[in-house]
C-alpha cells in the first residue's frame, strides 16, 4: 500500500521537479544495444535504433534545401573496429500549413540508421567501444529549436575465427 | 513507516527547490533577473543593443516613438523563412505608419550566410545579430520563430510563438501600431502562448 504512494508522490514530484527546468525541449534517445559481435575479418550489420518525441520531427540526413541542418551520426570507434558504412534512412516529406509547396524531408516516431561494421584479420579478440554522437534539428508543427547532439555508444565483441 | 513518507517528501521538496534557487540564481550572476516570462502583455520590453550585419550598433529604444514587431529566427527554420517576406511586406506598407521591423538572428554561423539567406528571402529590415544575453532577456527564446510586438511606448502588446498565418501577424502588427479594432483574437493567442501554427505531414 506504501508503496505505491512513494512511487506516486516520486512520480509527481519528478514532473514538478522538470517542469521547474523550463519549457519543452525536443528530445531524441537511442534504444541500448546489446550483443554486437564481429568476427575477425569479417563484418556485422547493426542497426542504431531511434526514437522522437511524439510531437516533433527532424530534419533527414538529406534535407531538401542547404540552410537545413541535417540529422548526422559521427562515431569514433576504437581499433581494430571499424565502421564501413553508415545508411540512414529515406526521410518523409512534410510541408507547413502555410507554405504547401516547400516540401521537407523529416524522420518522425521511430527511425533506424543502419551500419556496417568490419574487423580485419589480424583483430585481437576482446570488447571495444564504439561511440560518438547522433546531431540533430527538431521542429514542431509551428516551430523549430536550436540543433543538438545527444551521445551515441555501444560495445563491440570481436571474436577470434 | 509513516515517518518515513514524511522525511521522503520533506527531502524531495528540499530538492525541488534547491533546483529551482540554483537556475535562478545562475541566471541572474550571469544576465541579471530574468525579465520576461509568462503572460508579457503590457510589460516593457527590455532594451538591447546589437550589432547589425552592417556592423552598426542598434538599441530598441532608438525606435521609441514608433511600433516596432521584433522576430527572433534562424537559418535552420523553415517557418522562419515562410514569414519573412511577409514581415518585409508589412514594412513596406506600414512602414510610413510608424512601423519598424527588426530581425534577431539566433544562428551561431557566420553573419555573410546570415546576410544571404536574408537577402534571398526578400529582408527589407535591418538584421541584427542575436546574443545569449538577448534570449534571456526575452524569456529565453529557444522556439523559434517567436515575435513581440511593441509598441510606441515600448509596451510589448502581443508575443507568438510559432508560425501564424499572414492576417494574424498584420492584426498583431496593427495592434502594435495603435490602430487595431480589437475582435479579442489577438490577445487571446498571447495569453495561450501563441502556439497555433499548423503542419501538414504526406507522402510524396
Redesign the interface.
Known sequence: M?RP??AL??LV?CG??AA????K?PSVIMAPVSNVQLHADGSADLALDFRIDPEF?INSNKPKAD???PTVLTLNPSEPVMVADIKYPTG?????????N???SVY?GDFSINLVLKAPVNAAAGTYLVSGKLRF?A?????????RSIPVQFQVAVIKK | MQRNVVVFVTLVVVIMGMLTAGNYLDRRRKHGPIKLVGDVRNVPAPDFELSALDGRKVKLSDFRGQAVLLNFWATWCPPCKIEMPWFADLQKQYGKDGLVVLGVAMDDTDSAKIAEFAHEAGVNYPILLGTDRVSDDYGDVRSLPTTFYIDRKGIIVAKVVGLLDREEIEDDARKALGNYKSDGAPASRAAAGGKTGQAEAGAE
Not at chain 1, 521547474?20 to 519549457?23: K, W
Not at chain 1, 521542429?139 to 540543433?147: F, H, I, N, Q, T
Open positions: 506504501k504512494l512513494l508522490i516520486t514530484c514538478l521537479v521547474q527546468t523550463g519549457d525541449q520531427h540552410y537545413l541542418i518523409e516529406d512534410m510541408s507547413f500549413a502555410f507554405s504547401p516547400e516540401k521537407l518522425s534539428q521542429c514542431d508543427r509551428s516551430a523549430c529549436y536550436p540543433p
